[in-house]
């Protein structure tokens, strides 16, 4: 095969390929290099390139075995979007060819790579190559987008991958600085000139191409940017400024309208910023109309909210100027004719779900502006592994928002993230710009809602505090129930939207539902207001009686077919479901807290609370205040429940005991039967196990339940009494245990039971040499914990479903989804270990045919979210499916 150098006047043309890319900073504060290559006959070669990128100190991104088979082709496509560089490295092999694919993981990275991103190749010498692959290197050959050379050694790669990367660099910056030259010469102060911002803008890439493709299409005369304060609107619309500027060639005039309180200002304000003067010859808005008679320009309004009664004017000055297009920054929508609303959303921060790593972290544009402000006032801030949990649990608690993460950010000159973060409950005082030049609205937080919330009428002022009672998300329905005798009772629907137009209340669709929600920080300002006000305990009672109710009406629900849709409600209603036991607790109604803990039992269970629902038993007992028997015994079942399964104990058998007793002497004997149930499986988790009593609960408990119709907690002590076969090794007896659970699920439709029965009825068929029959059963209990959000069904599932892979001998994905498990299981803690131990046996003897590979895939699978690890263990899944994982 014929090879050559292309020379280096041919590698710039390459090399300057995508140069013209937006001055907005990524989230990713580093270049990534994307490497494609195959592994095992490169690995000496994959290794000096890795340390040729990091020489450079440039992201290496490495997706190991993309061209063995089963690649997670979603993973290296979203890996590849995500790159700068394309670098590819070949040698001999074309790569592996999936069955119903036409081309190799190898060369489909190739053609994914987008046309405009820098390609660099390395051909290494050989006289042995797969035809296939001298077919993709003559087409590359062919291809002007890519630079290739011929090498023979390791060190040599190392070498010129770290030239030509330098060299990408060096004529990169030139054409940067050449272009920063040319459009950033400031221009002569005065008004109506886009103002230059003083610091980098971050995350903002997409929303400035939608306003300017909102822009380029010319068929919205205004386009109002909305969003509350803080959110970065004024600063979007000088970024779109400057990336539109070539949209208008008659010019772009910003007017700033910060100052500007009474309606009759508008227009002189405008006509000033246009240099238009009124000198008394003429109507101001017909010389502005004649002013911009025939010119095609851009007119950027910020601040438009405190004059918005003067939005009419907005539309008799765009009628007498048609060619004139106007960007609006307003927290409130102007509801005009030819207005299109474009809302600014809160700066992107890592899932919840997901572990707080440094690659995740990365991706964060949110993260990605603490850095960046934090090193303006700390230049050697760098972000690492022993402080990215602080800096994203920072960004999570600010939701996002750009201006209060700026604030937390200029802490960091005197406080580390950790404490920052420790602080944040407190953060109003904290958050205290330290900037004089800001405008005072944005010096705190404080006066950023205050500035807003002198703007709103009395009852919408009202209603605002009295909602700083809800916890992130709410509903209609919730606030109509808590507007009885407050200043805005019979005006929710009113209200509410004067909120939502102001942007203080932001409204979203959740799960097919619209719900409303405040950021945290004006939510905390609300109930600041209402405590000064001395209502705030009158609104805590208010906000607990109503998801009280709520809890009431759907515990009948929460088993059977209705489960999976009354968790996802629930779900929704997370965080104003602790914050009504709280208030109830708080309010010393410790009854109630009593039962509608206990009425949540199977929430808490599948979403993994019981740790908090512990916390709050614990201070219910502590309280000098009269409870109910029954209220005593939930309270200790729920404070040893949890101890249960972390750390079984004589008190913990003694505690499930002393529950048992009280609920009998509260005459619930379906609670007593449940509690001498957990003392059985608690007995089993004991060294030396006492299989009598063990069973003797166990068997005592079924029994009650059978008889008192309660098939939900009967199958959950078939389970147990299965486990308890299963540690006499008693096989037979423990899968006539799983079956006949598994078997009540199914009738029920019980989706939680399905999980939980499911996994040990695959596992059974695993031990008992079956794996073709344990799949089946291991899919459909993921899929089933998938729909709940169920983390520990969803650990055992694809625990079983690695060792599956291994035992099929597919040990990328046996490695992956096995790495992939160990973190969810960090995440949740793990309660079984020995129920893993048909599993462990099954990847122990793949490593020791296919160490290599294995390793490879549990490299993968240690950074991969819930949604990448399903993606692997259901490839076939369909678009349905993944919508149930997206909020997981």
């Known amino acids: ?156 790669l190392h070498d010129r991958l770290t030239d030509d990367l330098a060299t990408l660099l060096a004529e990169r910056f030139d054409s940067a600085r050449r272009e920063l030259a040319e459009e950033a010469t400031p221009s002569p102060a005065g008004p109506g000139h886009v103002p230059a911002p003083y610091t980098t803008t971050i995350g903002r890439e997409e929303d400035v191409r939608n306003v300017h493709d909102l822009l380029a299409a010319g068929t919205d005369r205004v386009v109002s940017l909305i969003g509350p304060g803080g959110i970065g609107k004024s600063r979007l619309a000088i970024e779109v400024a400057r990336a539109s500027a070539s949209l208008f060639p008659d010019g772009v005039t910003f007017v700033l309208l910060e100052g500007v309180l009474e309606q009759g200002l508008l227009l002189p304000t405008i006509a000033y910023s246009l240099g238009v003067r009124d000198i008394g010859d003429a109507d101001l808005e017909e010389r502005i109309a004649r002013a911009l008679d025939g010119k095609r320009v851009l007119i950027i309004l910020d601040n438009f909210e405190q004059i918005v009664d003067s939005a009419a004017e907005l539309v008799r000055l765009y009628s007498a100027a048609p060619l004139a297009t106007f960007l609006v920054t307003s927290r409130v929508v102007l509801r005009i004719r030819g207005e299109r609303v474009y809302e600014v959303d809160a700066l992107t921060t890592p899932a919840g779900s997901d572990p707080a790593t440094l690659h995740r972290a990365q991706r964060s544009s949110a993260v990605a502006l603490f850095v960046d402000r934090a090193r303006a006032v700390r230049p050697d801030f760098e972000l690492t592994d022993a402080n990215v949990a602080d800096v994203v649990s920072i960004c999570r608690r600010l939701e996002g928002l750009p201006l209060a993460i700026e ?30 030049d800001l405008p005072e609205r944005h010096r705190t937080m404080r006066a950023a809602i205050d500035w807003s919330m002198s703007l709103l009428p009395d009852v919408q002022r009202d209603m605002l505090e009295d909602l700083g009672v809800f916890a992130t998300r709410f509903t209609l329905d919730a606030v109509e129930a808590v507007s009885t005798g407050r200043s805005w009772e019979g005006q929710v629907l009113d209200a509410l939207g004067g909120l939502v137009d102001a942007s203080l209340v932001k409204q979203i669709d959740v799960g ?92 808490w269970w599948i979403s993994g609370f019981f740790s908090e629902v512990r916390v709050w038993m614990l201070e ?20 040893v429940w949890g101890e249960m399964w972390r750390r079984p104990s004589r008190q913990v058998i003694e505690g499930l005991g002393e529950a048992a007793d009280l609920f009998r002497a509260s005459g619930d ?6 509690a001498l149930a957990a003392r059985g499986s608690t007995r089993m988790r004991f060294p030396d196990l006492d299989m009598a009593a063990a069973q003797a609960d166990l068997q005592e408990a079924r029994d009650a339940l059978h008889d008192l119709g309660d098939w939900w907690t009967e199958a959950l002590a078939d389970v147990g009494l299965g486990l308890l076969a299963l540690a006499r090794t008693a096989l037979p007896e423990a899968i006539d245990h799983f079956d006949r659970a598994a078997a009540i699920a199914t009738e029920k439709q019980d989706a939680f039971m399905s999980v939980v029965a499911g996994n040990n009825v695959a596992r059974m068929r695993l031990i008992t040499g079956d794996p073709e029959a344990a799949g089946p059963a291991y899919r459909r209990a993921l899929e089933l914990a998938a729909q709940l959000h169920y983390d ?81 263990a259901l490839p076939d899944a369909d678009e349905s499916f993944q919508r149930t994982l997206a909020p997981w």
């Open 512 to 603: 097919g539902r619209s719900t409303f929600s405040l950021l945290s920080i004006v939510r905390e300002y609300a109930i600041a207001r209402l405590k000064a006000r001395g209502e705030a305990d009158a609104m805590r009672r208010a906000h607990a009686d109503y998801y009280a109710d709520l809890v009431s009406r759907a515990t009948p629900d929460l088993r059977g077919a209705r489960q999976p849709d009354t968790v996802r409600m629930l779900g929704l209603e997370l965080s104003n479901l602790r914050a009504a036991v709280r208030h109830l607790v708080f309010t010393d109604r410790l009854d109630d807290a009593g039962d509608y803990a206990w009425n949540l039992f199977v929430y």
């Open 669 to 674: 004997e379906q609670a007593a039967a449940m």
């Open 792 to 872: 520990e069904g969803a650990q055992y599932a694809l625990e079983g479903m690695s060792a599956i892979a291994a035992i099929q001998g597919d040990a990328w994905r046996a490695g992956a989804l096995a790495a992939a498990t160990e973190s969810i299981r960090q995440r949740i803690g793990v309660f079984d270990v020995e129920g893993f131990a048909a599993n462990a046996q099954a990847l122990a003897a793949i490593r020791e045919t296919d160490a290599e590979v294995l390793a490879a895939g549990e490299q993968a699978g240690a950074d991969m979210s819930l949604a990448e690890a399903f993606a692997i």
């Open 620 to 639: 219910l007992l502590g309280k000098q205040h009269p409870i109910s028997t029954r209220t005593k015994a939930i309270a200790v079942f729920f404070t």
């Open 1 to 156: 095969m014929q090879t050559h150098d292309t020379g280096a006047s041919a590698r710039h043309d390459v090399l300057m390929t995508g140069a013209h890319r937006p001055v907005i900073r990524t989230p990713d504060q580093r270049i990534r290099v994307f490497v494609s290559s195959t592994l095992r006959e490169l690995s000496d070669e994959r290794r000096a390139a890795r340390t040729a990128i990091e020489s450079l100190r440039l992201a290496p991104v490495m997706f190991e075995l993309g061209a063995r088979p089963h690649p997670p082709r979603e993973l290296y496509r979203s890996y590849l979007e995500q790159s700068d560089v394309f670098v590819g490295i070949y040698w001999e092999s074309y790569g592996w060819v999936a069955p119903d694919e036409e081309v190799s993981g190898l060369q489909d990275e190739y053609d994914l790579a987008p046309r405009e991103m820098p390609k660099l190749i390395y051909i290494k010498a050989s006289d042995h190559r797969d035809e296939r692959l001298k077919t993709l290197i003559a087409r590359i050959q062919a291809d002007d987008t890519a630079a290739y050379l011929p090498f023979t050694t390791p060190e040599e």
């Open 407 to 436: 604030l937390a950010a200029a802490k960091v000159r005197a406080l580390p993230p950790s404490a920052i973060d420790a602080r944040l409950e407190r953060s109003l005082p904290l958050l205290t710009a330290p900037s004089r």
